[in-house]
């Protein structure tokens, strides 16, 4: 075991109020491929750019193309939770660990047992019609043809921050109040560079900023703690 490994063990076991805050990268263990990265979906041909399909206008003037690239690209109904997901929920039931904060929109941190989890970009599995408000499960977005219809005629919408939308507020504020008063803040597969979900880090106030990644991130520098490799191999090997 690496010296950062050992160190990673060490806080993990002398703390009781830590907060998780995670990534694309803590899902391409189960086979969902993140955005940036050389096999990523910011890398891949496609008759838009990623960034320009998943954003509010995109899905507003070309919505069928939206909900066909939508469907292609970020649902992954098939995917599992990895020992990433299993370890965090593991953590929390011993009372180590109190929130999971997520850029991600599979549920798989749900799925693996997780019971407080922030999701900073909303999930797949919420979605609503745009008319009368009535909630779907992803099942009538994934199986419908074209563009999704309520019963009512309106448009069913999931429940996901598209680029140019406001996060959810009081999913910020939350996560912000988890973030000030951790006593170990783990930052996990995430290249911190989507704002303004990245910036809620700069609000810990305490010695154990820990980064989990596999490469290096923005904020190695400031880190009390910079563990590489794959996360699901290091929380892993944690013991409880």
Request: with cysteine; net charge negative; charged share 20%.
């Amino acid at each position: 075991m690496t010296k950062e490994r050992e160190t990673l063990q060490e806080w993990i076991s002398a703390s009781d109020n830590i907060v998780f805050f995670g990534g694309a990268g803590v899902s391409t263990e189960s086979g969902i491929p993140d955005f940036r990265s050389v096999d990523g979906l910011y890398h891949q041909q496609f008759q838009y750019p990623p960034e320009t399909m998943l954003s509010h206008s995109f899905y507003a003037s070309h919505t069928e193309e939206f909900f066909d690239f939508y469907r292609k690209k970020l649902l992954a109904l098939w995917a599992k939770p990895n020992m990433a997901h299993r370890k965090l929920a593991e953590l929390e039931q011993a009372g180590k660990l109190r929130a999971v904060i997520t850029q991600n929109i599979d549920g798989l941190h749900q799925m693996a047992g997780s019971r407080e989890v922030l999701e900073l970009h909303g999930s797949v599995h919420r979605n609503y019609c745009q008319a009368c408000g009535r909630f779907y499960p992803v099942e009538a977005v994934a199986e419908a043809e074209g563009v999704p219809r309520c019963a009512c005629g309106g448009v069913i919408k999931p429940d996901v921050v598209l680029y140019e939308e406001a996060l959810e507020g009081t999913v910020m504020r939350r996560a912000l109040d988890y973030i000030r008063k951790a006593d170990m803040l783990i930052i996990g597969g995430t290249s911190l560079v989507v704002y303004p979900a990245a910036g809620l880090v700069n609000d810990y106030r305490g010695n154990k900023l820990t980064l989990i990644n596999k490469g290096a991130t923005s904020m190695d520098w400031q880190a009390d703690l910079v563990v590489s490799g794959p996360i699901g191999e290091i929380l892993g090997a944690v013991h409880i």
